[in-house]
């Protein structure tokens, strides 16, 4: 405030100050005095500011005064109304304290009433518990008192032997019961623990080691598992086994200290040689015997201390006992060995600790010699293969681990991690084993520490040598190139003495001999060295292999300079090359470096290791290949020239280059080369021969001039060849040259004679080629006036025609052939096919031959006997040609005979059969218009395609009709038709007699051999036409019998194993799978259709996700027979060889592909071990209704078997081809071919009163004849007896016979098998442990289904079950959990098998449930 106008108005003062003024610090006095100072501080003014001064104080004062009555007078009501309510509040809060202090009075009383009663208990409470913790040290005091008496007991002071085991156990128990009830300053326990306890324990303690030390000595392993059994009751097994570890140690290190020092080698050689007393120094040694020697006998000691070692081991991995483990694991207990304990605390093996720890010591040693010593580093390097064998054998017991040897519980060091990280070359391959140790590889870990850790330095530098020893051998063999003043010397002394500086370049270009054997003799001493470690001997290989290839990179790089001359491979050159002979001695000093590979690749009485061999055996084959490509450039060379002037034939130098270029290849190339290419030079003699007379025929009309050429040239020509090839050991006698051979009789042969020679293809013409047979047939064009020539005919030049003929290097243009079809047949590549056409094109122009040319008519009287003939022999022929030709016919095996045709189509034929007699055979055409003349034998459609290939009809393809098989002999003459038809497909004659076939199922061999064939080259000389219609009702219907119905259509081809297939298949089918039926033909596409369907259909129904885990894994052939056959599309039969699969397996993997079922091989057979049954392919699959089986499911529930469901077995015998006469002759033998007992006695007594064989001295006695003696009597019988007892002669007749059974299984036809039937054995046995199990075995043949009866025993039995594969065997095992024969066998009875056909074995030792 600076002056009156500065005066505030009362509200601002308010605003600014009042705050100040309601401060309680607030001093009038000293606010005047601050209010004073700041307004003016001069004396002048002082009078005049305190008026004003105190204006404004008073204005101050009445603005605050006024301030105060409004708020008094604003507020008044308020605070009067919160005085009234804090004077309610302070009535109710008087109240309040009032009820409180009740509430504290009433509190006070009733604390006085429980206090008392709680001290009361409280100091109850507290003297039980003082009671209960003296009643526990009592005990504790009592039981301590125990144990130390059994203790006192268990180590006896006097005389009495003392048990140490069980005294460690009570010790542990003392000191576990001192620490829990904290015995510690009671008088007697401290006295007792002073006196008795500690002098026990140290005397058990000390027993232990002496027993534990002892042991290992002696090698004694019952005293170290008494000690380790002491010091494991003690507790302390962990800490004195690393005590004896370190112990071991400790005494190793002390006698390999300072063994190896260079100081005291060299004070060992002083020593041993101040002894020596040979005057010429014999018994005088080196450094070197002296390292060796002390190097052998720390590996003794490592050896002896390391056996001990692993005795310690041993005795701990056998030791087991019950291990108590911490009350923290809820008192679990743990069954393990003392090696587990061990090697938990440890952290390995004790043998695996030891022997670490030994190398390490050995390394020391070693390493410390070697870095003060060059000469013990060297020593060890040059010998590193001795280091190696003085480690092996000795140390085999500890290395091998199959024999018991360092086995560690880690996966690898980080030392080994790293060196194996770092080794690829070679690395720790598992086979890589010591040839000194072969029970030790470099995968055991304690060779890979001893390797890693001492020897992997030694290793690479031995290698490294053992390469820069071979490397210098290389070196050797091709020395520097001299300077270039010598270079100079050398022309000038050429020039002056008349030589050929060539020459002298050739002499210096080929190693010497005697150098190349060193780099064998190097590469060779070097493997005999490191054989006897595989590792080393494959890092030596390759090391020689890099040797090798750098030689034959120097020989390359020469061969490349020598040989940019082109003079020095020139075959037409005046004279030869001095270089060519350069090039021969380079390729044969890497053949005789190739030979030398050989033989250290062939075994000897000490072979190579296999990867060292492999090695080897590469390098080998890269030096054959490289010799095979120089040697190439040579020969192919002179092929060129050689080919070359032989295609010129116009050219009258001709004879004088090719001859040149022979000579140049035998002289030059052949004779000094030391490999022979005889593969090689075979094929070009051989195509020179043919190369010239194509070029000579193909090129040239045949004329006369053209003959004496090829008579002239020709034999030059072979001559010339026999000589080249005759110097690699070849004669000129390939197919080429017999084709040549073959093709000169050609050459003076007429068109006709030619035309006739192609067309009949006779076998004397097979073996030459169509190319040569085109050159000949199209020489033969122009010779016979058609005055063209082969380019001619194909519309090309002449030189293409001769590239076409020599081969596609000597075509000079894409486009070959003008004429556009023939230009296809060039592009195509197919020679062939364009020689069949030219030929066929040929031979229509020359003679336009045709079949009826050939044929000559028969006269009217030939005709008339003929037909008289065929009416004769064959009633039913009703078919007279009006005109009838003949011509004469060879087969593809020989056979000769007679056509007889018509105008149309050939009707007879007349040739020598098998039964050696001339007879006349109709032909499927003449069978046609006559049905009925031949007897008819019907068979599959399937088989009718198997005919027409050249097969013979089998028994087993037969069909047999209702009324049977017609009576026909061996030899007849028959028709075969396709099932269901009249129309004859093939023409035979019978192999067997109608009569011997008892049965088509199962039967083998041939029924009829066939003839001729619809659709045979015989079918096609006439109309082609296909087989008619005929109806089948107006002859006798094909019915089959249910028994033969093959539904295996290829049974009626010649193949046995096809035939024994479907036979086995017929029978285990159902009756209502047996329809007769013919058989409907499937794609493979279908039935692999098929087959998806029905493993669909299984999983969506039969093995559905819920109900099928318990099955898993299930064989395959069990998911095929069980659960996929049955469950096929209706009307629909699965046969996996239809398929385009073949077999089960390829099937199931391509499913496991596709993802819908898992596989996996259990003992070499293939289980489906998973189902997808959350594949998009089963989501989307609707499952179809089954087909209703005829006869009940035998999954069904056990019911009461009634004497009419049960199989029925039957006794039957079969005559044997020996007896067969006796039958015949009394005609006893039935249609059915099997008779019983009581019928064979019948027969035999029948037989007996026919010839009246009855002795009438005696009539129990039988006179033999000769069907008796044949079929029933030995040879001496024969010679000695005339009478036989008859019923001894009964049983002779009923053994004779074969025993066969018929089996009848309710509602499937009677099977007839050969022998007794099988049994179903039921096998009671015990498995692992007390575990027993009950097992069926043989229950297909019965018609049981292993599964369903798994499924039925599984819920009588309530036991788990599986259905097995028996391993050799096409049989499965139904497993049941439990002694359940008594179960198993009643319901096998349910199902019809009666008790003799049960053979039970009970293995298990237990009662029967």
């Given at each position: 405030?600076?002056?009156?106008s500065?005066?505030?108005?009362?509200?601002?003062?308010?605003r600014?100050?009042?705050?100040?003024?309601?401060?309680?610090?607030?001093?009038?006095?000293?606010?005047?005095?601050?209010?004073?100072r700041r307004?003016?501080?001069?004396l002048?003014?002082?009078?005049?500011?305190?008026s004003?001064?105190m204006?404004?104080?008073?204005?101050?004062r009445?603005?605050?005064d006024?301030?105060?009555?409004?708020?008094?007078?604003?507020t008044?009501?308020?605070?009067?109304?919160?005085?009234?309510?804090v004077a309610?509040?302070?009535?109710?809060?008087?109240?309040?304290?009032?009820?409180?202090?009740?509430?504290?009075?009433?509190?006070h009383?009733?604390r006085t009433?429980?206090r008392?009663?709680?001290?009361?208990a409280?100091?109850?409470?507290?003297?039980a518990r003082?009671?209960?913790?003296?009643t526990?040290?009592?005990?504790?005091?009592?039981?301590?008192?125990?144990?130390v008496?059994?203790?006192?007991?268990?180590?006896?002071?006097?005389?009495?032997?003392?048990?140490?085991?069980?005294?460690?156990l009570?010790?542990?128990d003392?000191?576990?019961?001192?620490?829990?009830?904290?015995l510690?300053?009671?008088?007697v326990?401290?006295?007792?623990?002073?006196m008795?306890?500690a002098?026990?324990?140290?005397?058990?303690m000390?027993?232990a080691?002496e027993m534990?030390?002892?042991?290992?000595?002696r090698?004694?392993?019952?005293?170290v598992?008494?000690?380790l059994?002491?010091l494991?009751?003690?507790g302390?097994?962990?800490?004195a086994v690393d005590t004896?570890i370190?112990?071991?140690?400790?005494?190793l290190?002390?006698?390999?200290?300072?063994?190896?020092?260079?100081?005291?080698?060299?004070?060992g050689?002083?020593e041993?040689n101040?002894?020596?007393?040979a005057?010429?120094?014999r018994?005088?040694?080196g450094?070197?015997?002296?390292?060796w020697?002390?190097?052998?006998?720390m590996?003794?000691?490592?050896?002896?201390?390391?056996?001990?070692?692993?005795?310690?081991?041993?005795?701990l991995?056998?030791?087991?006992?019950v291990?108590?483990v911490?009350?923290?694991?809820?008192?679990?207990r743990?069954?393990?060995?003392?090696?587990?304990?061990?090697?938990?605390q440890?952290?390995?093996r004790?043998l695996?600790?030891?022997w670490?720890?030994?190398?390490?010591?050995?390394?020391a040693?070693?390493?410390?010699a070697?870095?003060?010593?060059s000469?013990v580093?060297?020593?060890l390097?040059?010998s590193?293969?001795?280091?190696?064998q003085?480690?092996?054998?000795?140390?085999?017991?500890?290395?091998?681990a199959r024999?018991?040897g360092?086995?560690s519980?880690?996966?690898?060091?980080s030392?080994v991690?790293?060196?194996?990280?770092?080794?690829?070359?070679?690395g720790?391959a598992?086979?890589?084993?010591?040839?000194?140790?072969?029970?030790v590889?470099?995968s055991?870990?304690?060779?890979r520490?001893?390797?890693?850790r001492?020897?992997?330095?030694?290793?690479a530098e031995?290698?490294s040598?053992?390469?820069?020893?071979?490397d210098d051998?290389?070196?050797r063999?091709?020395?520097?190139?001299?300077p270039a003043?010598l270079?100079d010397?050398?022309?000038?002394?050429?020039?002056?003495?008349?030589?050929?500086?060539?020459?002298?370049?050739a002499?210096?270009?080929?190693?010497?001999r005697?150098?190349?054997?060193s780099?064998?003799?190097?590469?060779?001493?070097?493997?005999?060295?490191?054989?006897?470690?595989a590792r080393?001997?494959?890092?030596?290989?390759?090391?020689?292999?890099?040797?090798?290839?750098?030689?034959?990179?120097?020989?390359?790089?020469r061969?490349?300079?020598v040989?940019?001359?082109?003079?020095?491979?020139d075959?037409?050159?005046?004279?030869?090359?001095?270089?060519?002979?350069?090039?021969?001695?380079?390729?044969?000093?890497?053949?005789?470096?190739?030979?030398?590979?050989?033989?250290l690749?062939q075994?000897?009485?000490?072979?190579?290791?296999?990867?060292a061999?492999a090695?080897l055996?590469t390098?080998?084959d890269e030096?054959?290949?490289?010799?095979?490509?120089q040697?190439?450039?040579?020969?192919s060379?002179a092929?060129r020239?050689?080919?070359?002037?032989?295609?010129?034939?116009?050219?009258p130098?001709?004879?004088?280059?090719?001859?040149?270029?022979?000579?140049w290849l035998?002289?030059?190339?052949?004779?000094?080369?030391?490999?022979r290419?005889?593969?090689?030079?075979?094929?070009?003699?051989?195509?020179?021969l043919t190369?010239?007379?194509?070029?000579?025929?193909a090129?040239?009309?045949l004329?006369?001039?053209?003959k004496?050429r090829?008579?002239?040239?020709?034999?030059?020509?072979?001559?010339?060849?026999?000589?080249?090839?005759?110097?690699?050991?070849?004669r000129?006698?390939?197919?080429?040259?017999?084709s040549?051979?073959q093709m000169?009789?050609?050459?003076?042969?007429?068109?006709?004679d030619?035309a006739q020679?192609?067309?009949?293809?006779?076998?004397e013409?097979?073996s030459?080629?169509?190319l040569?047979l085109?050159n000949?047939?199209?020489?033969?064009?122009?010779?016979?006036?058609?005055?063209?020539?082969?380019?001619?005919?194909?519309?090309?030049s002449?030189?293409?025609w001769?590239?076409?003929?020599?081969?596609?290097?000597?075509?000079?243009?894409?486009?070959v052939?003008?004429?556009s079809?023939?230009?296809?047949?060039?592009?195509?590549r197919d020679?062939?096919?364009?020689?069949?056409a030219?030929?066929h094109?040929?031979?229509?122009?020359?003679?336009?031959?045709?079949l009826?040319?050939?044929?000559?008519?028969?006269?009217?009287?030939a005709?008339?006997s003929?037909?008289?003939?065929?009416?004769?022999?064959?009633?039913?022929?009703?078919?007279?040609?009006?005109?009838?030709q003949?011509q004469?016919?060879v087969?593809?095996?020989g056979?000769?005979?007679?056509i007889i045709s018509?105008?149309?189509?050939?009707l007879?034929i007349r040739?020598?059969?098998?039964?050696?007699?001339?007879?006349?055979?109709?032909?499927?055409?003449?069978?046609?218009?006559?049905?009925?003349?031949?007897?008819?034998?019907?068979?599959?459609?399937?088989?009718?395609?198997?005919?027409?290939?050249?097969?013979?009809?089998?028994t087993?393809?037969?069909?047999?009709?209702?009324s049977g098989?017609?009576?026909?002999?061996?030899?007849?003459?028959?028709?075969?038709?396709?099932h269901?038809?009249m129309?004859?497909?093939?023409v035979?004659v019978?192999?067997v007699d109608?009569r011997?076939?008892?049965?088509?199922?199962?039967a083998?061999?041939?029924?009829?051999?066939?003839v001729?064939?619809?659709?045979?080259?015989?079918?096609?000389?006439?109309?082609?036409?296909?087989?008619p219609?005929?109806?089948?009702?107006?002859?006798?219907?094909?019915?089959?019998?249910?028994s033969?119905a093959v539904?295996d259509?290829?049974a009626?081809v010649?193949t046995t194993?096809?035939?024994?297939?479907?036979?086995?298949?017929?029978?285990?089918q159902?009756?209502?799978?047996?329809?007769?039926t013919a058989?409907?033909?499937?794609?493979?596409?279908e039935?692999d259709?098929?087959?998806?369907?029905?493993?669909?259909?299984?999983m969506?129904?039969v093995?559905?996700?819920?109900?099928?885990?318990e099955?898993?894994?299930?064989?395959?052939s069990?998911?095929?027979?069980?659960?996929?056959l049955?469950n096929?599309?209706?009307?629909?039969?699965?046969d996996?060889?239809?398929?385009?699969?073949?077999?089960?397996?390829?099937?199931?993997?391509a499913?496991?592909?596709?993802?819908?079922?898992?596989?996996?091989?259990?003992?070499?057979?293939?289980?489906?071990k998973?189902?997808?049954?959350?594949?998009?392919?089963?989501?989307?699959?609707?499952?179809?209704?089954?087909?209703?089986?005829?006869?009940k499911?035998?999954?069904?529930?056990?019911?009461?078997?009634?004497?009419?469901?049960?199989?029925?077995?039957?006794?039957?015998?079969r005559?044997?081809?020996?007896?067969?006469?006796l039958?015949?002759?009394?005609?006893?033998?039935p249609?059915?071919?099997?008779?019983?007992?009581?019928?064979?006695?019948?027969?035999?007594e029948?037989?007996?009163k026919?010839?009246?064989?009855?002795?009438?001295?005696?009539?129990?006695n039988?006179?033999?004849?000769h069907?008796?003696c044949?079929?029933?009597?030995?040879k001496?019988?024969?010679?000695?007896?005339?009478?036989?007892?008859?019923?001894?002669l009964?049983?002779?007749?009923?053994?004779?016979?074969?025993l066969?059974?018929?089996?009848?299984?309710?509602?499937?036809?009677?099977?007839?098998?050969q022998?007794?039937?099988p049994?179903?054995?039921?096998?009671?046995?015990k498995?692992?442990?007390?575990?027993?199990?009950?097992?069926?075995?043989?229950?297909?043949?019965?018609?049981?289904?292993?599964?369903?009866?798994?499924?039925?025993?599984r819920?009588?039995c309530?036991s788990?079950t599986?259905?097995?594969?028996?391993p050799?065997?096409?049989?499965?095992?139904?497993?049941?959990?439990g002694?359940?024969?008594?179960?198993m066998?009643?319901?096998?009875?349910?199902?019809?098998?009666?008790?003799?056909?049960l053979?039970?074995t009970?293995k298990?030792?237990?009662s029967?449930?």
């Amino acid at each position: 405030m600076a002056g009156g106008s500065d005066v505030a108005t009362p509200e601002s003062v308010g605003r600014q100050q009042f705050d100040e003024l309601l401060d309680p610090s607030f001093d009038a006095t000293h606010y005047a005095h601050e209010l004073v100072r700041r307004r003016d501080t001069s004396l002048e003014l002082k009078a005049d500011k305190i008026s004003s001064i105190m204006n404004d104080l008073c204005t101050t004062r009445d603005a605050l005064d006024a301030r105060l009555r409004a708020i008094v007078l604003g507020t008044h009501e308020q605070i009067l109304e919160q005085v009234l309510g804090v004077a309610s509040v302070d009535v109710t809060l008087e109240q309040v304290e009032d009820q409180v202090r009740e509430i504290k009075q009433y509190m006070h009383a009733l604390r006085t009433k429980i206090r008392v009663p709680y001290e009361q208990a409280l100091e109850y409470t507290n003297q039980a518990r003082n009671l209960q913790l003296a009643t526990q040290h009592v005990r504790a005091t009592s039981k301590f008192m125990q144990l130390v008496r059994r203790l006192g007991v268990q180590i006896p002071e006097g005389e009495g032997r003392p048990d140490y085991a069980l005294a460690a156990l009570t010790l542990v128990d003392i000191e576990r019961l001192v620490a829990s009830s904290d015995l510690c300053g009671i008088d007697v326990v401290d006295r007792a623990l002073a006196m008795e306890v500690a002098p026990r324990r140290q005397q058990t303690m000390d027993e232990a080691n002496e027993m534990l030390i002892g042991g290992m000595r002696r090698q004694h392993q019952s005293d170290v598992g008494s000690g380790l059994q002491i010091l494991f009751n003690l507790g302390v097994i962990s800490n004195a086994v690393d005590t004896r570890i370190q112990a071991s140690i400790t005494a190793l290190h002390t006698l390999v200290a300072g063994r190896i020092d260079p100081r005291a080698l060299h004070a060992g050689v002083r020593e041993h040689n101040a002894r020596a007393t040979a005057i010429d120094g014999r018994d005088m040694v080196g450094i070197d015997s002296i390292l060796w020697t002390r190097l052998e006998d720390m590996i003794d000691a490592v050896l002896s201390s390391g056996l001990e070692v692993r005795v310690l081991e041993r005795v701990l991995q056998r030791k087991r006992d019950v291990l108590r483990v911490d009350a923290r694991t809820d008192g679990m207990r743990v069954d393990a060995s003392y090696l587990d304990v061990v090697a938990a605390q440890l952290g390995d093996r004790v043998l695996a600790l030891w022997w670490a720890l030994a190398v390490d010591t050995i390394t020391a040693e070693i390493r410390s010699a070697c870095d003060e010593s060059s000469v013990v580093r060297q020593i060890l390097t040059n010998s590193y293969p001795r280091l190696v064998q003085l480690f092996l054998p000795r140390l085999e017991p500890l290395l091998a681990a199959r024999l018991g040897g360092v086995i560690s519980v880690r996966n690898a060091e980080s030392s080994v991690a790293s060196v194996l990280a770092a080794d690829g070359e070679i690395g720790y391959a598992s086979d890589f084993d010591l040839a000194q140790s072969p029970n030790v590889q470099y995968s055991d870990w304690g060779m890979r520490v001893l390797w890693t850790r001492l020897l992997s330095v030694f290793e690479a530098e031995y290698v490294s040598k053992a390469a820069s020893r071979m490397d210098d051998s290389v070196t050797r063999c091709f020395p520097a190139p001299p300077p270039a003043g010598l270079v100079d010397a050398q022309s000038t002394w050429s020039q002056r003495h008349n030589t050929k500086r060539d020459e002298l370049t050739a002499v210096n270009t080929v190693p010497n001999r005697k150098l190349v054997a060193s780099v064998v003799r190097s590469v060779g001493t070097e493997l005999e060295m490191a054989k006897s470690d595989a590792r080393l001997c494959a890092m030596v290989a390759r090391a020689a292999a890099r040797a090798i290839a750098s030689f034959v990179a120097v020989t390359k790089d020469r061969l490349a300079s020598v040989m940019s001359n082109p003079q020095v491979v020139d075959p037409c050159a005046a004279s030869a090359h001095p270089l060519t002979r350069s090039v021969i001695g380079l390729i044969n000093c890497v053949e005789a470096l190739r030979v030398g590979v050989a033989e250290l690749c062939q075994p000897n009485e000490q072979p190579l290791t296999a990867s060292a061999q492999a090695v080897l055996c590469t390098c080998r084959d890269e030096l054959q290949t490289f010799i095979d490509a120089q040697s190439d450039v040579l020969l192919s060379a002179a092929d060129r020239a050689i080919s070359s002037a032989l295609l010129d034939v116009e050219d009258p130098s001709l004879w004088s280059r090719a001859e040149h270029a022979l000579q140049w290849l035998q002289t030059q190339v052949l004779e000094p080369l030391d490999t022979r290419p005889s593969r090689r030079i075979h094929l070009m003699t051989d195509s020179y021969l043919t190369l010239f007379v194509h070029t000579v025929c193909a090129t040239m009309p045949l004329t006369e001039a053209t003959k004496l050429r090829l008579a002239s040239e020709l034999p030059q020509l072979e001559f010339a060849c026999s000589q080249a090839a005759s110097t690699v050991g070849v004669r000129v006698t390939g197919d080429a040259y017999k084709s040549v051979r073959q093709m000169r009789p050609l050459l003076f042969m007429s068109a006709c004679d030619l035309a006739q020679v192609l067309g009949d293809k006779s076998a004397e013409w097979s073996s030459v080629s169509e190319l040569d047979l085109l050159n000949h047939v199209v020489c033969r064009v122009a010779t016979e006036g058609a005055g063209v020539v082969p380019h001619e005919l194909l519309e090309c030049s002449r030189r293409e025609w001769l590239g076409c003929v020599a081969g596609s290097a000597f075509v000079e243009s894409a486009s070959v052939c003008r004429n556009s079809e023939m230009q296809h047949l060039w592009d195509t590549r197919d020679l062939s096919v364009s020689c069949r056409a030219v030929i066929h094109e040929c031979l229509n122009r020359m003679l336009k031959l045709k079949l009826a040319d050939d044929l000559s008519a028969l006269r009217e009287s030939a005709c008339r006997s003929l037909i008289t003939e065929a009416q004769s022999t064959f009633p039913e022929f009703n078919f007279v040609p009006t005109k009838l030709q003949t011509q004469k016919f060879v087969s593809h095996v020989g056979d000769k005979g007679d056509i007889i045709s018509s105008s149309t189509d050939p009707l007879w034929i007349r040739t020598t059969l098998p039964t050696s007699r001339a007879v006349l055979v109709p032909t499927v055409y003449t069978q046609w218009q006559n049905p009925r003349m031949l007897p008819i034998l019907w068979t599959w459609p399937v088989v009718i395609e198997k005919l027409v290939g050249g097969a013979d009809l089998m028994t087993a393809g037969l069909v047999v009709p209702k009324s049977g098989l017609p009576v026909l002999t061996k030899g007849s003459l028959v028709a075969v038709c396709a099932h269901g038809e009249m129309a004859a497909r093939a023409v035979g004659v019978m192999a067997v007699d109608t009569r011997e076939i008892r049965e088509v199922v199962g039967a083998k061999g041939k029924a009829v051999l066939v003839v001729h064939t619809y659709k045979d080259w015989l079918w096609e000389a006439g109309s082609k036409d296909e087989p008619p219609e005929i109806p089948v009702d107006s002859v006798e219907e094909a019915g089959v019998e249910e028994s033969a119905a093959v539904e295996d259509t290829t049974a009626g081809v010649d193949t046995t194993d096809a035939i024994e297939g479907a036979i086995e298949e017929l029978s285990v089918q159902d009756a209502a799978e047996s329809e007769s039926t013919a058989a409907v033909h499937v794609t493979p596409a279908e039935m692999d259709a098929l087959l998806m369907t029905s493993l669909k259909q299984v999983m969506a129904t039969v093995l559905d996700e819920k109900h099928t885990g318990e099955q898993l894994p299930i064989a395959a052939s069990t998911l095929f027979s069980t659960y996929m056959l049955p469950n096929a599309p209706r009307n629909a039969e699965l046969d996996i060889k239809k398929s385009s699969f073949k077999k089960l397996a390829k099937f199931l993997k391509a499913m496991e592909k596709h993802g819908l079922l898992g596989l996996k091989d259990i003992r070499g057979e293939t289980h489906i071990k998973s189902l997808n049954w959350k594949h998009a392919d089963l989501s989307t699959y609707t499952p179809y209704a089954k087909a209703k089986r005829v006869e009940k499911a035998e999954g069904a529930p056990a019911v009461k078997t009634q004497k009419g469901n049960m199989i029925g077995l039957e006794e039957l015998l079969r005559v044997p081809p020996a007896l067969r006469p006796l039958f015949d002759d009394v005609g006893g033998e039935p249609e059915s071919g099997y008779m019983t007992r009581q019928q064979a006695r019948s027969v035999l007594e029948t037989y007996i009163k026919k010839h009246n064989l009855v002795d009438l001295r005696n009539p129990r006695n039988i006179r033999v004849d000769h069907l008796v003696c044949d079929g029933l009597l030995t040879k001496d019988e024969i010679a000695k007896l005339t009478f036989y007892p008859r019923d001894k002669l009964q049983q002779r007749l009923q053994d004779r016979m074969t025993l066969c059974t018929r089996l009848t299984i309710p509602g499937s036809p009677s099977v007839v098998r050969q022998g007794r039937p099988p049994f179903v054995d039921i096998l009671c046995e015990k498995k692992m442990g007390n575990k027993v199990v009950t097992r069926a075995i043989g229950l297909e043949v019965y018609g049981v289904d292993p599964a369903m009866l798994a499924k039925e025993l599984r819920v009588a039995c309530a036991s788990s079950t599986s259905v097995d594969p028996i391993p050799g065997k096409k049989t499965v095992s139904v497993l049941v959990q439990g002694h359940q024969v008594k179960i198993m066998t009643k319901l096998l009875h349910a199902r019809g098998l009666p008790a003799d056909l049960l053979k039970v074995t009970d293995k298990s030792g237990k009662s029967k449930k």
